[in-house]
């Protein structure tokens, strides 16, 4: 209920007058039945702006840090989370994550649309990288078609880090569903898995225009942080040697004056 109401008389009316979402093959979302969206991850109003815009209910499995956040603000947005059918995933991968893609099963199973990114986080640079192969599983085990959605430019509205969105158009592109019963009853092999992975990402890259980097974009994320790290202990450490060498040029008085050729005072009981 507080769903619905949010949608189509507060976030619909707003997000729509505001940012003016336009959208092309949305007659692809069926409009009943089990199916994944899978969506590129450029912004954190991902989650917002596509939902706003599909006429069934979305679940989306969000990063579980959302969820168990302290203090009002955290707890103001773990509601929220909640509250607009959002269920926590948790991407440290191992049971953990297994857990996080069987509540993602049951969505599923009860006939609903499923949202998921397979990047696994949003993108730092704006490029598309490798999915991981949940989504596959996933649309294997159920038996489900997935929907490639592209967004478009919603990483110009909201940046990482910036908590007040940019006020400028933003887009989606709803692919065609992707058939892989092909593959049904071989949800286990991992090469059928990253097969299936590969290829909703592909269509990705095709519907978005993004540049593809056949890497995880957690890895790279956590390069740019180390690189980060890296340059802000060079940067102290190249002050703290500056400071320590105009600490030790700086002359004393006495050696001062002998340096300007005046002779040094003579020691108390000299001859």
């Known amino acids: 209920m507080f769903y619905w109401f949010v949608k189509t008389f507060v976030l619909g009316p707003v997000l729509r ?3 003016r979402p336009w959208v092309k093959g949305l007659d692809n979302v069926p409009a009943e039945g089990a199916a994944i969206l899978a969506s590129n991850h450029l912004s954190f109003s991902d989650s917002i702006f596509m939902p706003v815009m599909v006429p069934r209910p979305v679940v989306f499995l969000a990063k579980a840090e959302y969820f168990t956040g302290t203090g009002i603000k955290g707890k103001l947005t773990a509601a929220f989370f909640r509250l607009t059918n959002q269920l926590p995933m948790d991407r440290s991968g191992g049971a953990a994550s297994a857990l996080s893609l069987n509540a993602g099963m049951d969505v599923l199973r009860n ?3 499923l949202g998921i990114y397979p990047e696994g986080t949003r993108s730092p640079d ?3 990288y490798r999915g991981k192969v949940g989504v596959a599983r996933l649309a ?5 078609p997935v929907i490639p959605v592209a967004m478009i430019g919603t990483d110009k509205v909201q940046p990482i880090g910036k908590r007040v969105p940019n006020i400028r158009r933003i887009g989606m592109i709803f692919g065609e569903p992707l058939d892989f019963s092909r593959y049904y009853g071989m949800e286990d092999d ?4 990253r097969s299936v992975t590969d290829e909703i990402m592909y269509e990705l890259m095709r519907l978005s225009g993004q540049e593809y980097v056949d ?3 957690a890895v790279v994320k956590l390069r740019l942080a180390r690189k980060t790290q890296d340059a802000t202990a060079d940067l102290a450490r190249e002050a703290a040697a500056a400071t320590a060498s105009e600490t030790a040029e700086e002359p004393s008085p006495d050696r001062g004056a002998t340096a300007a050729g005046e002779d040094e005072p003579e020691a108390p009981g000299s001859a």
Not at 140 to 144: G, H, I
Not at 190 to 193: A, E, F, K, N, V
């Open 17 to 19: 007058l505001l940012f």
């Open 126 to 128: 704006g490029h598309l």
């Open 190 to 193: 991992r090469l059928i898995q």
């Open 140 to 144: 294997l085990q159920a038996r489900v």
């Open 215 to 217: 890497e995880y974009a």
């Open 111 to 113: 006939g609903s649309l």
